[in-house]
């Protein structure tokens, strides 16, 4: 996935795990960047009574670099407590919750906003309200008219901000994916997949109508820039105090002492693809400044070496160039520093040599209109300079992207010369974003309305 | 932002030592109250106090009150005890107070 469950440790700790980040510049609001932080991985719809709720112990944060040194200028801060309405329930509704302060809603979260940079910290807001999960038809009657929209906020200097549950818009066939690299479009030509016997398949998105825990937060382009430097790198991390005290009288106990980083989240499926198990948990408690002790993952994948081996004699290309151990500077350029100019003609979102894994957003380059024909959802890959991975947009197919990019269909960019396999331009694990049942929404937070557990019950 | 920070850019890191200084002599004073000459070797407070002082809108449940103090002695021999309170951590390095908290440790509960 994204970076859902990516490593031991914080698949473990599901409130801190980050699964999604999305950074562009918004369609309806060209001025503005929308950033969408994804936490809670698979949700299932009808998993009461105690729905999902980010974590009240989590520091989660959205940082932008704006001058390419892989460290922070500008955070956003999000802090969630939680309150009950009738303690001696044991429901997190007691009827139908028909609005954001119903007295029905047992379980309310609400949570402060807070914009630190190098003059200091700015508290935007406090006790903003988060919507109720969406529990079903009798209990979240009109989810999106009645409580989903109304829990967008604005923010001082034009800012938006919505914290809650979302449906889930990142697409992916996991069952087939995590089984062996099986690919179910091309499973007969798999290793593995030709033994069993498979035939060639649709993909399955195995995370359709599931929900997510979606921060999203719109600023102008304004908040985010550096004169001079449109390009900003974005990443999210969630942070838990060091120490947890489980006392007898003390509830769910008490937190201790500073935040220390356990998630983290810039390029989508960097480190559930790239980075080896033992060092999972360690590059997720790192800053992207110190990403350079991981480039040689990125400088020669292992997915890139074994698809040669899964897929016999399809990437006769790709294994010629894992032969000879050639850094794969094109995933290097598109993950750790930006692509530099005179690569892609009329488009550059390269911040300097610091490799750091951030989300990359040249905030010069517009929007390109959902019903342009220029719109791709394969992004820079397919022509369309204002996606993936150039930022990230909702709809972006990041899965089909990277697969193609390690397969090496992005190696030309750094040699000419290099002839791309035919299988790795049509590689794809078979899903679109019309394997997405609630689609993206047209406005803030464009993240879809969260399925509802009775239409989805399991 | 909550990880180590050394090497970030100094512009960033005076503004949040300033903070820092301030959480790290307020909970010196708190956890030490009747020890005898401790050394405040250090304190990796930078960023625990930032996030007291950046997080005002939450409540942390210790509206005003005072917080509870953790101490854990990373190294009895060399004196190396940690801290904790709040959103702040103290580095000690005071071979007394960690050996007499390491007695105090195994002493029998009745």
Redesign the interface.
């Known amino acids: 996935m994204s970076s859902h469950r990516e490593a031991p440790g914080i698949s473990k700790d599901p409130v801190a795990d980050s699964t999604d980040l999305y950074a562009f510049v918004s369609q309806d609001r060209p001025n503005m960047v929308t950033m969408v932080a994804n936490y809670i991985p698979l949700e299932t719809p009808a998993g009461g009574p105690n729905f999902y709720e980010f974590g009240d112990g989590v520091l989660y944060e959205i940082n932008i670099d704006n001058d390419g040194d892989g460290w922070p200028d500008i955070t956003y801060q999000f802090r969630f407590k939680t309150r009950l309405t009738t303690p001696h329930s044991f429901l997190y509704n007691t009827g139908p919750i028909k609005s954001l302060s119903d007295p029905t809603w047992n379980s309310k979260q609400s949570y402060s906003v807070t914009r630190v940079d190098r003059r200091g910290s700015q508290l935007l807001g406090r006790n903003l309200p988060c919507p109720p999960c969406n529990v079903g038809i009798l209990s979240t009657p009109n989810y999106e008219k009645n409580l989903g929209s109304k829990a967008v906020r604005p923010l001082p200097g034009n800012r938006r901000v919505f914290a809650g549950q979302r449906a889930e818009q990142f697409y992916v066939d996991l069952g087939s994916i995590f089984d062996l690299a099986n690919l179910r479009p091309f499973q007969e030509a798999n290793l593995f997949g030709k033994m069993a016997g498979l035939k060639a398949a649709p993909g399955v998105n195995a995370t359709d109508r599931l929900n997510v825990h979606s921060i999203a937060i719109q600023v102008p382009i304004s908040d985010l820039v550096r004169r001079g430097r449109p390009t900003i790198g974005v990443w999210t991390t969630a942070s838990r105090q060091k120490v947890h005290i489980a006392d007898e009288d003390g509830g769910d106990g008490w937190p201790t002492g500073p935040f220390r980083q356990v998630s983290r989240l810039g390029n989508p499926l960097v480190n559930e693809v790239l980075i080896a198990l033992e060092d999972k948990d360690f590059w997720n408690r790192q800053p992207p400044a110190h990403d350079k002790q991981f480039a040689h993952y990125v400088a020669n994948p292992e997915l890139a070496n074994l698809l040669p081996i899964l897929y016999p004699g399809a990437f006769p290309n790709l294994a010629k160039l894992d032969a000879s151990r050639k850094p794969r500077l094109d995933l290097e350029a598109i993950l750790l520093t930006g692509i530099p100019s005179g690569l892609i003609k009329g488009f550059t979102n390269f911040t300097g040599k610091v490799q750091a894994d951030m989300l990359r957003l040249n905030t010069s380059i517009p929007p390109t209109p959902r019903r342009s024909p220029k719109f791709s959802p394969l992004g820079v890959v397919g022509g369309d300079l204002a996606g993936f991975p150039n930022g990230r947009r909702i709809e972006d197919d990041v899965v089909t992207i990277e697969l193609r990019a390690i397969a090496g269909v992005t190696y030309p960019l750094v040699d000419p010369k290099y002839k791309v396999d035919g299988v790795a331009k049509i590689l794809t694990d078979g899903l679109t974003g019309a394997s997405v049942t609630n689609k993206p929404l047209s406005r803030f937070p464009y993240m879809g309305v969260p399925y509802d557990g009775y239409n989805n019950p399991s | 932002?909550?990880?180590d920070?050394s090497?970030?850019?100094a512009?960033?890191r005076s503004?949040l030592r300033g903070a820092a200084g301030i959480g790290a002599a307020g909970i010196a004073a708190t956890a030490l109250t009747g020890l005898a000459g401790p050394a405040l070797a250090a304190n990796?407070?930078e960023?625990?106090s930032?996030?007291s002082?950046?997080?005002?809108?939450?409540?942390d449940?210790h509206d005003g009150g005072p917080?509870?103090?953790?101490a854990?002695v990373r190294d009895a021999s060399t004196g190396h005890v940690e801290l904790?309170?709040?959103?702040?951590?103290v580095h000690l390095r005071d071979k007394d107070l960690a050996e007499r908290i390491v007695r105090a440790s195994r002493k029998q509960v009745s």
């Open positions: 932002m909550s990880t920070q090497g970030q850019p512009s960033r503004v990796d407070s960023h625990g930032r996030e002082g950046h997080d005002a809108g939450h409540d449940g917080h509870p103090v953790v854990y904790y309170s709040g959103t702040t951590q």
